[in-house]
């Protein structure tokens, strides 16, 4: 941890699996409501590679717990036994670092960002004189749902906080259909965090960044190119993207998709396209950091992300920040009408909803879209508007002496 003179008397310890500098979603969110009170922040995480000049120039400190990466690579190698292992072990170094922490800064709440390791977060309330908010996003929450034992003590972990966070409406509506409590519920959406971008002067460099990626990987500058950014895992569904492509293509349309990520099914998405006969169209550009995902962003016309519910990993879209990110850089979506996206994405105006089980409307739409520049402005332009919209997290401690 840096020295933090501007923080004098924090007591909020914010704790979370994932944190910057680490890329994604949750990581922003977090680190969002962090710089939104960073006099009053203490933030407690996993341990990530090359973050000790990231956490030296943050305005607030940042602790972490002992997670290497031999140790990830070990329990992602090992499936189930070694996810609950790995549960365990993130479970008693949050708690105990925690316990450490309130002896250090007299912390008074404790905003825990995910329903994993929740136990932890419920003994804590127990031993230590605090009061606590929950924060959940989707996946966390189902995991909470499927055993009789674990659904009691989350239950009664919801039912002692001063307040339960959800990432969405969906989220929200899921929680209170499945459990039983009478804590008061919050909707915050995640917003994003320009700055990973260079910030909002960044707009001023969307055409030189646009003609940069176009001219990397080829593509004409007035082909219509489609975007797609996430882990490459089923339930994103690229693999939809590519089915459609010989569908665009019969249409004449100068068209080309570009995937940014990388994941479990990138052989199974090359063999697709191989086996379609679009490796022309299609462009693989792999991970891609935050400093430069915004040149792709600058660079498409349009954003398709079909997610849909993977039964078998019991998975789905708690919300979806990439939507909002293209939105800042104007840039219109496709997505489904699926969980919490529809936070996110609202139809005919920054973008189009889609049944997830309908190919055929996601064809229709996407056709729609790609020959449509006048609409794709348009809802491009609605984009930007929705994406500079911020919830303050300071609402939940309203109800609250601060």
Same mark, same amino acid.
């Given at each position: 941890?840096?020295?933090?003179?501007?923080?004098?008397?924090?007591?909020?310890?914010? !704790? +979370?699996?994932?944190? &910057?500098?680490?890329?994604?979603?949750?990581?922003?969110?977090?680190?969002?409501?962090?710089?939104?009170? &960073?006099?009053?922040?203490?933030?407690?995480?996993?341990?990530?590679?090359?973050?000790?000049?990231?956490?030296?120039?943050?305005?607030?400190?940042?602790?972490?717990?002992?997670?290497?990466?031999?140790?990830?690579?070990?329990?992602?190698?090992?499936?189930?036994?070694?996810?609950?292992?790995?549960?365990?072990?993130?479970?008693?170094?949050?708690?105990?670092?925690?316990?450490?922490?309130?002896?250090?800064?007299?912390?008074?709440?404790?905003?825990?960002?995910?329903?994993?390791?929740?136990?932890?977060?419920?003994?804590?309330?127990?031993?230590?004189?605090?009061?606590?908010?929950?924060?959940?996003?989707? %996946?966390?929450?189902?995991? +909470? %749902?499927?055993?009789?034992?674990?659904?009691?003590?989350?239950?009664?972990?919801?039912?002692?906080?001063?307040?339960?966070?959800?990432?969405?409406?969906?989220?929200?509506?899921?929680?209170?259909?499945?459990?039983?409590?009478?804590?008061?519920?919050?909707?915050?959406?995640?917003?994003?965090?320009?700055?990973?971008?260079?910030?909002?002067?960044?707009?001023?460099?969307?055409?030189?960044?646009?003609?940069?990626?176009?001219?990397?990987?080829?593509?004409?500058?007035?082909?219509?190119?489609?975007?797609?950014?996430?882990?490459?895992?089923?339930?994103?569904?690229?693999?939809?993207?590519?089915?459609?492509?010989?569908?665009?293509?019969?249409?004449?349309? %100068?068209?080309?998709?570009?995937?940014?990520?990388?994941?479990?099914?990138?052989?199974?998405?090359?063999?697709?396209?191989?086996?379609?006969?679009?490796?022309?169209?299609?462009?693989?550009?792999?991970?891609?950091?935050?400093?430069?995902?915004?040149?792709?962003?600058?660079?498409?016309?349009?954003?398709?992300?079909?997610?849909?519910?993977?039964?078998?990993?019991?998975?789905?879209?708690?919300?979806?920040?990439?939507?909002?990110?293209?939105?800042?850089?104007?840039?219109?979506?496709?997505?489904?009408?699926?969980?919490?996206?529809?936070?996110? !994405?609202?139809?005919?105006?920054?973008?189009?909803?889609?049944?997830?089980? +309908?190919?055929?409307?996601?064809?229709? +739409?996407?056709?729609?879209?790609?020959?449509?520049?006048?609409?794709?402005?348009?809802?491009?332009?609605?984009?930007?508007?929705?994406?500079?919209?911020?919830?303050?997290?300071?609402?939940?401690?309203?109800?609250?002496?601060?």
């Amino acid at each position: 941890m840096g020295t933090h003179s501007k923080v004098t008397t924090p007591d909020i310890l914010i !704790v +979370s699996r994932v944190f &910057p500098p680490e890329p994604g979603g949750i990581q922003d969110y977090v680190y969002n409501r962090c710089l939104q009170d &960073p006099q009053r922040a203490i933030a407690l995480t996993a341990s990530a590679p090359d973050t000790k000049n990231f956490d030296a120039d943050q305005p607030f400190p940042i602790y972490r717990w002992f997670a290497p990466k031999f140790l990830h690579d070990f329990f992602a190698r090992t499936g189930l036994w070694g996810g609950i292992i790995k549960q365990i072990l993130y479970l008693i170094e949050s708690w105990a670092i925690a316990i450490g922490l309130f002896f250090r800064y007299r912390y008074r709440y404790i905003e825990w960002f995910h329903g994993y390791d929740f136990p932890a977060l419920l003994l804590l309330s127990y031993l230590l004189p605090i009061r606590y908010f929950i924060y959940l996003h989707g %996946d966390d929450l189902l995991c +909470s %749902d499927r055993h009789p034992i674990i659904r009691a003590l989350f239950t009664r972990t919801l039912q002692r906080a001063e307040g339960v966070i959800c990432n969405s409406d969906f989220t929200c509506n899921y929680l209170k259909t499945r459990f039983q409590f009478t804590t008061p519920t919050y909707t915050i959406n995640p917003t994003i965090r320009v700055e990973k971008f260079g910030g909002q002067t960044i707009l001023d460099s969307a055409a030189n960044l646009r003609a940069e990626v176009r001219k990397a990987h080829n593509i004409p500058d007035d082909a219509v190119v489609i975007l797609s950014v996430g882990r490459l895992v089923r339930r994103k569904g690229f693999d939809r993207v590519i089915a459609t492509l010989p569908q665009l293509l019969a249409q004449n349309l %100068d068209v080309y998709y570009l995937i940014c990520g990388r994941g479990a099914m990138e052989s199974e998405l090359k063999a697709l396209v191989q086996q379609l006969g679009v490796e022309q169209r299609t462009i693989f550009a792999g991970y891609v950091p935050d400093d430069r995902l915004s040149s792709y962003y600058a660079a498409c016309d349009l954003l398709a992300m079909p997610t849909f519910y993977d039964a078998e990993v019991k998975s789905i879209e708690g919300f979806g920040i990439v939507y909002l990110e293209a939105g800042f850089f104007g840039k219109p979506v496709i997505a489904s009408r699926l969980g919490g996206v529809e936070d996110a !994405v609202c139809h005919g105006e920054n973008g189009l909803l889609v049944d997830p089980n +309908s190919p055929t409307e996601f064809a229709d +739409s996407l056709l729609l879209l790609c020959q449509d520049k006048q609409l794709r402005t348009k809802l491009g332009r609605k984009g930007q508007e929705i994406a500079s919209k911020q919830t303050p997290h300071r609402i939940i401690y309203q109800p609250l002496p601060l």
